[in-house]
């Protein structure tokens, strides 16, 4: 069976590259929404058909992008287990790979290294490799006997400056096997959306810890210090800035959607509890009822994927839509959160940037505070940035800003003492932004709508053409590629029938313990035994439906 797999240009060249590598890591640069994921399941794919390698092993900073990468490869004919544990030992020999986590494998790299020999090694966004020094070690140890790596990253650089696993440095500066920059996508629209972000700007009151009381703007100059708690204090959802900014924002999924129908908006928020605040803002307000995705909900995957498919206009999340998670539908966000370092806001604008088709206007839109440090972050969206080994100088600390989670203990006790007065936003003039509630969507004609931002709404919409920036094809084509395990088409993917019959296959023991009287070990080791199977993790298909057949025989005898 043959399944023709859409190549775009840059994925082609890539895979060229990628086969005639002289080394066993390859590192691709492509920018967010690019398709890295299609171009890795097609490199995969051609190394199975070609017998270059036996397996492949997915590595990708958290839990949610496991599923996702797993529902992905079905389309390639790949079956990859998202659910693989250490303890399951070797792979059921109808299984193509697994997908892990980062932290997965600093846990035990050793029963990753036993399975990569002859596999195909896929680091997804491969800075996370140098989140902790231990996870670096670990991705060393579990992947180093591996024929391939391909290391993958849209965002390849880090403010700790720690040298990534399997990268190559020249001099100080890690060396890209294949690039493909944000302003290389913009010459086809099919591939990446021109992002533009509206700065809204406020006039913000606030205690500071030691007692003494602020006033200012996001135009005046003061300190990181109280730059940071001006941005608190704007962000704080009983003030006037953010209801104001998020009704301002959801007109413009409204307007979106007159061409659109599915276009969505996302809120970054700072926490758990400043995201569900935003969702009742968002239902008092516009009346919406908004999709919230913390960290702390176990079901919170699943929320994301069913938002991907539905036809909701919001999702609130604080960092589980922040990087890799594909969500093309989304055209609108609000930058709603106080983390203020370049690879965060990256990370962020990068969920917008995915280009949808039969979509005729394809521009995005992130609301930010026009605070310097974001305005900066924003004015080089479309520069290609390297990963640098360089320490930033001192003079240059008032930039960047590091995530709450990196404050030390006496400075978070400092910011409970903090508290916000009040946060008025103001258009580009200087005027009071229109913070009324939303009531007719239509009749709205909001103030302070940006003059150089296209398709704003509440002014005209130019005919612009995007913007070239380079001159790079991305003509896409088509490419037949034989798929690796061919079978008759099933209504079910592998995957997903395997996870049926491993339930199926729970809930018949459960019947037999109940009705024997026998210990649950006791009836998965007969079963086990009866079907020469060590552990039912390790059961192909095929093995699994003779196991449920042999309980199906035992149950009727009992």
């Not at 990708?60 to 790949?78: C, G, M, N, R, Y």
């Not at 008759?488 to 996870?499: E, G, L, M, V």
């Not at 649950?520 to 993790?537: D, P, Q, S, Y």
Request: charged letters at 25%; aromatic letters at 6%; one cysteine or more.
């Amino acid at each position: 069976m043959a399944v023709p797999i859409r190549f775009r240009a840059w994925q082609k060249e890539a895979l060229a590259k990628l086969e005639a590598r002289v080394h066993s890591s390859f590192l691709a640069v492509a920018t967010p929404g690019a398709g890295k994921t299609t171009f890795a399941l097609g490199a995969i794919r051609r190394a199975l058909v070609r017998r270059e390698v036996r397996r492949c092993v997915v590595v990708v900073p958290t839990q949610h992008l496991k599923l996702q990468w797993a529902l992905a490869s079905e389309k390639f004919d790949i079956h990859m287990d998202p659910d693989w544990a250490s303890a399951d030992g070797t792979l059921p020999s109808d299984v193509h790979g697994i997908v892990v986590t980062y932290q997965q494998v600093a846990s035990n790299p050793g029963a990753l290294r036993r399975l990569v020999s002859q596999a195909f090694i896929v680091l997804d966004e491969v800075h996370h490799a140098a989140d902790t020094r231990s996870w670096g070690d670990g991705i060393r140890h579990a992947f180093d006997p591996a024929p391939v790596r391909l290391c993958l990253s849209g965002t390849p650089f880090r403010s700790d400056q720690s040298a990534i696993p399997f990268v190559r440095y020249v001099g100080e500066e890690a060396h890209a096997d294949y690039e493909y920059g944000y302003g290389e996508a913009l010459l086809d629209p099919k591939v990446v959306r021109p992002v533009y972000f509206p700065r809204i700007n406020g006039r913000m009151e606030w205690n500071s810890p030691d007692g003494s009381s602020h006033s200012a703007g996001f135009e005046d100059e003061i300190g990181r210090t109280l730059a940071s708690q001006r941005l608190r204090t704007a962000l704080d959802i009983q003030g006037e800035w953010l209801p104001a900014v998020l009704t301002k924002a959801h007109r413009q999924v409204m307007h979106l959607r007159q061409s659109d129908p599915r276009a969505a908006g996302m809120v970054i928020a700072m926490d758990q509890d400043h995201a569900r605040e935003i969702a009742k803002a968002l239902k008092k307000r516009v009346g919406v009822t908004a999709t919230v995705a913390t960290s702390d909900d176990p079901g919170a995957s699943r929320k994301i994927a069913d938002f991907t498919e539905s036809n909701d206009p919001w999702i609130v999340a604080v960092r589980m839509v922040s990087e890799g998670v594909d969500i093309p539908r989304l055209k609108v966000g609000v930058y709603a959160t106080n983390t203020v370092t370049d690879l965060f806001f990256r990370q962020a604008v990068g969920r917008l940037v995915r280009a949808t088709e039969n979509s005729q206007q394809q521009r995005a839109y992130m609301f930010i505070p026009d605070d310097s440090r974001l305005r900066a972050f924003a004015f080089g969206i479309a520069e290609q940035r390297r990963h640098s080994l360089r320490k930033p100088d001192r003079a240059d600390d008032d930039l960047f800003d590091e995530p709450n989670e990196e404050r030390s203990a006496p400075e978070l006790e400092q910011l409970s003492l903090f508290s916000a007065i009040s946060a008025i936003p103001l258009d580009e003039d200087g005027n009071p932004l229109d913070a009324a509630p939303l009531v007719e969507t239509e009749s709205v004609s909001p103030e302070g709508a940006e003059e150089d931002i296209p398709g704003l709404i509440g002014e005209e919409t130019p005919d612009e053409p995007t913007p070239a920036l380079f001159s790079l094809s991305t003509q896409s084509f088509e490419e037949p590629v034989p798929a690796p395990d061919p079978s008759p088409a099933k209504t079910d993917s592998p995957r997903t029938k395997k996870r049926k019959l491993r339930e199926q296959n729970s809930s018949i023991v459960r019947a037999l313990v109940h009705k024997t009287g026998l210990g649950h070990a006791h009836v998965n080791n007969e079963l086990n035994r009866r079907i020469g199977l060590k552990r039912v993790t390790q059961a192909t298909i095929v093995q699994l439906e003779k196991r449920l057949e042999a309980a199906r025989k035992w149950l009727g005898k009992s």
